[in-house]
């Protein structure tokens, strides 16, 4: 163990309070102080005069004390004139000692920092950091003074000189801190080597271009930055290895199966969807576990390629598990794979948390023994509880809450036969290729490009709520053609009751207004089988119109309905909007989704419904929603760990996303020992949690 993987208690005056306090800004040893980097700096490497000083400045002054009084205002302070020979500046103090009182004395010297305001006396500093100066010069900083992040009770004195210990041990013993990326891959890279970065970023030097440090563009900050992404790109690489050292069944082929599939569809599949299918075929009749992610704009027709891939598990011998994010969503993946392999003889059993007794009993008996061939549910099919006779493929739709972790986990869900399941994970968050590569290193992706023909694109128009008369008419015209319309309330506030309520209070609204119609609600708390029954309603034809909170966002599908209107869709992100418009367009009539928001709308709104008007392409909303919104809202997630990048900003660093695949090739074959420092070095404890697992 080096000096540097030393705890910070060993630094000298770190007792346990300071521990704990560290501890919250993930300190806990030596090296994390040295990777605790500065917000932003304070120059104090010169003396400003004080003529020169204006309001909003942080500056150094130095002066001599021409008066000092205690003052009664709104508030009793102390008041420090300071002479400079330029000008004359106010220091306020409204906390202060008797000795402090004494100290300013007329003809003292002080040496003042801090930020300057207009107050009463013309500029004023409250409450600087100041000292008192004896005879002859004293020395100003000879660099950039960092201000660090910090937590309650620590304060910047105290932080920085601790980092200043750490740096001493590192000037002490550079071995301490390795640079894991050797020489010649940074001559490659063009990149600056690790202590010179550290040095730099903690003690700048006086001529360093300010605005470029400032906005995280300096290379020392961009080298670090790219070593984050780097060890979580090696770290998702690691979990994929860790799943790929298992064995999988061998799926060589479910062609009768599947041919007697295809022959009951009453479509054929797109040129798209068999090129993926290719590719997880080709995948499944290997030995290693598939690791494969399926990305397709909404309507693009996934779970066709599901239901092929289970089949050639089926074939194989292995059951299948099908694995959706909600309730509705999953109950609609069951009916669906139940009408398709009824046909077949295959048996679809389905599990949610709400299954419960006896008859969750009897499902998990029957998984277990292997009587059941597919299983589609929530997430509780890979609870602990529910055991495999021999699961040969788990899809998981919409990967949003589905991350590294579980799919570790998933490896025990083979046991029976001491094989790890084939991994499908599909999304319809079409998500920029560079974002994909560091946020799914660990999986290889298949995109479906190509929508099923016969699709006409739906038109969106934005408008504003005192217009929503025009918009009930609109339903009216609609549904007494025969189509269907929804009507989506969206979250209020971040609380699923508002936002049922909400609803509830549309519903009643539209059918006062609309008592011809047939109108339904759905909202998240409904129970699964009240769901369950108005969207078959509406499936069926039986409602016209059907109000809903965003619970419909992912994958119903009702092709008659050919209107939708979003209320406040200011709320949204663009993906989510997309997702929520995937729901019409799905027939042959040309379909429209009204966005009916209420104004005024900020200018940033307005861009982003523009987008919504302008284009049905998934990916170049996610791209816009990626410029907009950054990473974690586009990916909907925290659990890729990109959300928590201490450095790196994926927006700001976004052109350094491609460069991360390269380097990790070019590091793994010159130098594989370099990964696992690396990724303790920047993901810490959670790293060791992929390694329990
Ligand atoms: P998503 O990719 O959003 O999950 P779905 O799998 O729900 O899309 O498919 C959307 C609709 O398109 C469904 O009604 C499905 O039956 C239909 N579909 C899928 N593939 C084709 C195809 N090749 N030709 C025509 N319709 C298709
Ligand atoms: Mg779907």
Known sequence: ??????????????????????????????????????????????????????????????????????????????????????????????????????????????????????????????????????????????????????????????????????????????????????????????????????????????????????????????????EELLAHHLSLREVRLKIQQDGAPVLPSGRGLQARFLTQLPFSLTGAQRRVLDEIAADLAQEVPMLRLLQGDVGSGKTVVAAMAALAAIAGDCQAAMMAPTEILAEQHYRTFQAWFAPLGIEVAWLSGKLKGKARLDTKAAIRDGRVRLVVGTHAIFQADVHFQRLGLAIVDEQHRFGVHQRLALREKGEAGGLTPHQLVMTATPIPRTLAMSAYADLDVSVIDELPPGRTPVKTVVVPDERRPEVVARIRHACAEGRQAYWVCTLIEESEVLECQAAEATRDELTEALPELAIGLVHGRMKAAEKAAVMDAFKAGELDLLVATTVIEVGVDVPNASLMIIENPERLGLSQLHQLRGRVGRGSTESYCVLLYHPPLSAHSKERLAVMRETTDGFRIAEKDLELRGPGEVLGTRQTGLAQMKIADLERDADLLERVAPLADALLASRPEASQPLIRRWLGAEAGRYGQV
Request: proline share 8%.
């Open 1 to 226: 163990m080096s000096t540097l993987d030393a705890p910070v208690a060993d630094l000298k005056g770190v007792g346990e309070a300071l521990t704990v306090k560290l501890a919250r800004l993930g300190v806990s040893s030596v090296a994390d102080l040295l990777f605790h980097l500065p917000l932003r700096y304070q120059d104090r490497t010169r003396i400003t005069p004080i003529a020169t000083l204006k309001a909003g400045m942080e500056a150094v002054v130095e002066g001599e004390v021409a008066a000092s009084e205690v003052v009664r205002g709104r508030r009793r302070s102390l008041l420090v004139r300071l002479r400079d020979g330029s000008g004359i500046l106010s220091l306020r103090f409204f906390h202060f000692s008797p000795a402090q009182q004494q100290q300013f004395r007329p003809g003292a010297r002080v040496r003042a920092f801090g930020e300057a305001r207009a107050g009463a006396t013309g500029l004023e500093i409250y409450h600087p950091e100041y000292r008192l100066l004896g005879e002859g010069a004293a020395p100003v900083e000879d660099h950039l003074t960092p201000i660090y992040p910090t937590t309650e009770g620590l304060h910047q004195s105290r932080l920085r000189a601790l980092v200043e210990q750490a740096l001493t041990q590192l000037d002490d013993a550079p071995d301490a801190l390795p640079d894991w990326l050797p020489a010649p891959l940074r001559q490659r890279f063009d990149l600056p080597e690790l202590h010179h970065c550290l040095q730099v970023l903690h003690r700048p030097p006086p001529d360093i271009d300010r605005d470029i440090l400032a906005s995280g563009r300096h290379p020392a900050s961009r080298r670090l930055a790219l």
